[in-house]
């Protein structure tokens, strides 16, 4: 047993640490202020490389594996939020969709300039009527000639405004559902028939771009049906276990701040003639934080490892999500209390976090569906079959 | 045009520990990293390998982990690596060493190396190699251009810039936070161990003998160390003159001069 990163992953590691406090965390204020990411940040962080981490240098990537890729989302969910949602919607899934199941000439023509951050990736499953319950997609695709025509929308898509291409989930056979009736597509932005709908106003990552896109007759070639017709909703399950596991390392990294935060707030800090962090009350809080945090940081490198090693590592790809998410937005509470009325201070560091960390316990996949998931599996293997 | 740029790993101080009362270093918990100044060193000469045609071979000398260093370099854009494998040294034998692989290398244009080095401060690498080399030296340079077979290069003084200009070959030291080094992209950190070479030398491949160099090591003497006394965080005034002049006032009557 081996827990010492690679030399090539510890210099990665160092790279995009020094990149996000000095690129990123200077603009996270004016990022949460102005609602977006700005462009010129966008293209630094594509030259540097970031959008294609876990990608094959062969389609632009930097050949980093998922280990790299985790590294990266947790030292990028140090410093913003926002930016972790990017990255984790665009590579996680939106890119990771077609880099697991494209065709060569799919990842000649989408991936490679995904993975060198020319454009955005999205991935859109979620819909008002299905959510975790992703089965009951209604956004249909019928075919017409050489194209099929979609109908429908999708709602809450992380980057759904800002994306070039997006990985998209139709039905394609109502009557096969989940098994065999959905198909996923590769939409370009420029399709007739698709376009933006209303923008979403959220509670956190307010620079992470969230939105509905709308499907009205919209022309999608058959070229770009991603992987095997019928076998879409395969296909977005493996992405979100890419996507769950880099969301758990975003998770990792968020809670990693907010215990510095405490730790020098603490230490600073008087009351009753001495740092509070000579308080056991606080002390507490801290003890915890850390313990969580060194756990979910075992678990997230041993499920890159697993993942970069070919082994079957989805349920703890749940597991890290579930307990990523749950383990950030305790430390960002547990951050907020220590800071007092600092901490509730709006564009605080800490109470920006506390807002941050909430949608990690909903998006790819709630975290009760989490725990569905992860039980089912669990009793899967005793012979028993759960229902939902 | 050929450049040879030194590098050499230290520990980083942010992670070295200062003992205030025996002023000496503790090392336990330190990482290592390039020598910053050999890294503002590293930046100049990929700079002007942007503007020109040049090639850009990253030189260092030390034990056989010091090649982390180099692949750090090849990272940033270093179209070679070398590392002269072997046990540190004092500051003119480190020279020797350099001068040695310098001749193995062929020959070059400019030599660029770090002013000083972190840690305890030590500057004379780079001067004393320049002799070795017998080519002229431009010390603390902060920018650093060539044309016709000159480098022209601005040169910090303790009050202000001199530019100097020095016939090719030459060998300059940089000082550090000349500039800001670039990061190496994702893609080529991981090419840079997967992918490069770093071609690795002994002292014995460069003529010299390891006893022999171990024999006349140790001959500077360390007369004192001490922590270099904290000095008064300066204050930039900023704002039109009139407010600028009304503030410094102020400050200048509350010290009650």
């Known amino acids: 047993m081996d827990f010492e990163l690679s030399k090539e992953h510890q210099l990665l590691q160092r790279a995009v640490r020094e990149f996000a406090e000095a690129e990123i965390a200077p603009l996270s204020a004016q990022i949460e202020e102005k609602k977006e990411i700005p462009r010129n940040l966008i293209e630094k962080m594509a030259e540097f490389g970031l959008f294609g981490v876990p990608f094959a240098r062969e389609y632009g990537g930097a050949g980093a594996g998922e280990m790299g890729y985790c590294l990266m989302m947790e030292e990028i969910g140090k410093v913003s939020s926002s930016v972790a949602a990017l990255l984790g919607a665009h590579i996680g899934i939106g890119s990771m969709a077609i880099y697991l199941d494209g065709t060569e000439e799919q990842k000649r023509k989408y991936l490679v300039p995904l993975a060198r951050g020319e454009k955005i990736a999205a991935f859109a499953l979620t819909e008002s009527g299905a959510g975790s319950d992703a089965a009951s997609i209604q956004l249909s695709a019928v075919r017409d000639g050489n194209h099929y025509v979609l109908n429908g929308s999708k709602i809450w898509i992380t980057n759904g405004p800002i994306a070039d291409v997006i990985g998209l989930f139709a039905v394609t056979d109502k009557a096969l559902g989940a098994r065999g009736g959905v198909t996923a597509f590769i939409v370009e932005k420029g399709f007739s028939g ?30 770009n049906v991603l992987g095997q017709f019928g076998a879409g909703f395969i296909t977005a399950m493996k992405a979100l276990d890419i996507g769950r596991m880099g969301l758990g390392a975003a998770s990792l990294g968020g809670a990693e701040a907010a215990l510095q935060k405490s730790l020098e707030y603490a230490k600073y800090r008087e009351q009753f003639g001495r740092p509070i962090a000579h308080k056991q009350a606080i002390q507490f809080m801290i003890a915890d934080m850390a313990t969580e945090i060194e756990a979910l940081r075992s678990l997230v490198y041993r499920t890159a490892w697993m993942a970069d090693t070919g082994q079957e590592f989805r349920r703890l790809a749940d597991i890290c999500k579930l307990f990523g998410s749950e383990v950030a937005s305790r430390a960002a509470d547990r951050a907020v209390q220590i800071h007092g009325g600092m901490g509730y201070m709006r564009d605080y560091f800490v109470e920006r976090m506390y807002r941050d960390a909430r949608i990690g316990e909903i998006f790819e996949g709630t975290n009760e569906i989490q725990r569905i998931v992860i039980a089912t599996d669990l009793f899967r293997e005793l012979g028993v079959r759960i229902r939902p | 045009m050929k450049i040879i740029a030194i590098l050499r790993e230290r520990f980083d101080p942010k992670t070295v520990r200062v003992s205030r009362t025996r002023g000496t270093l503790d090392t336990r918990r330190a990482r290592k990293f390039i020598n910053p100044s050999d890294k503002n060193g590293l930046e100049e000469a990929l700079r002007l390998k942007g503007s020109q045609k040049a090639k850009v071979v990253a030189l260092s000398f030390g034990p056989p982990e010091s090649e982390d260093v180099l692949r750090e370099a090849l990272a940033m854009g270093a179209d070679e690596a070398v590392l002269i494998s072997g046990e540190s040294l004092d500051e003119s034998l480190e020279a020797l060493v350099l001068s040695q692989a310098m001749g193995k290398l062929g020959k070059f ?51 202000g810039y001199a530019l100097l200009e020095a016939p090719l070959p030459a060998l300059l030291t940089v000082d550090g936070g000349a500039n800001k080094p670039r990061y190496p992209t994702l893609p080529a ?69």
């Open chain 2, 109 to 159: 244009d400019l030599v660029i190396i770090g002013h000083q080095v972190a840690g305890y401060g030590a500057s004379q690498v780079g001067p004393r190699l320049a002799e070795l080399l017998g080519v002229p030296q431009i010390t603390r340079v902060q920018e650093v251009e060539t044309a016709d077979g000159k480098a022209k290069a601005k040169s910090r003084r303790s009050e």
């Open chain 2, 189 to 257: 950190i991981i090419s840079a161990y997967q992918e490069r070479e770093v071609t690795t030398w002994t002292v014995v491949d460069l003529g010299l003998d390891q006893a022999t160099l171990s024999e006349r090591d140790g001959k500077t003497e360390v007369r004192e160390t001490y922590a270099a006394e904290e000095r008064e965080k300066g204050e930039r005034i900023t704002g039109d003159a009139v407010q600028a002049v009304r503030i410094l006032l102020g400050r200048l009557r509350g010290r009650g001069l």
């Open chain 1, 194 to 223: 698709f376009s933006i709908g209303t923008i979403d106003e959220k509670m956190g990552i307010q620079g992470s771009s969230t939105g509905e896109l709308v499907f009205e007759d919209c022309r999608v070639p058959v070229d």
